[in-house]
């Protein structure tokens, strides 16, 4: 850690690691949404919470930044899920066929 400080890479690699947690948490959206549909919300919100808990805990800048930047990625995942489940519905992602979707028994053809 003082390394990075001494050498004034510290934002660099908060920055490199928001962009790689955000960059997880897209692939993430999609796969829950087609195993579990909107119904895993509640896991984002407790790893949300979990991150805000750990970032406010930690004294480390780098670590409580990076479990911030984790926590606040959660907490949007849940509305990306249900952003999802209406691009899934509009046929831009693929149904998952073991699913049954709460648009099936809409009248609408």
Not at 48 to 75: D, P
């Amino acid at each position: 850690m003082t390394f990075l400080a001494t050498h004034h890479l510290l934002g660099l690699v908060i920055g490199i690691s928001t962009f790689l947690i955000i960059g997880l948490f897209h692939p993430m959206v999609i796969k829950a949404e087609y195993y579990w549909g909107t119904r895993c919300w509640w896991i984002f919100l407790v790893w949300g919470i979990a991150g805000v808990l750990l970032s406010i805990y930690i004294e480390s800048v780098l670590w409580s930044a990076l479990c911030g930047v984790f926590a606040f990625s959660s907490f949007w995942t849940i509305k990306e899920v249900f952003e999802q489940e209406q691009r899934v519905r509009k046929g831009w992602f693929p149904r998952n066929p073991r699913r049954r979707y709460s648009w099936d028994d809409d009248p609408r053809p």
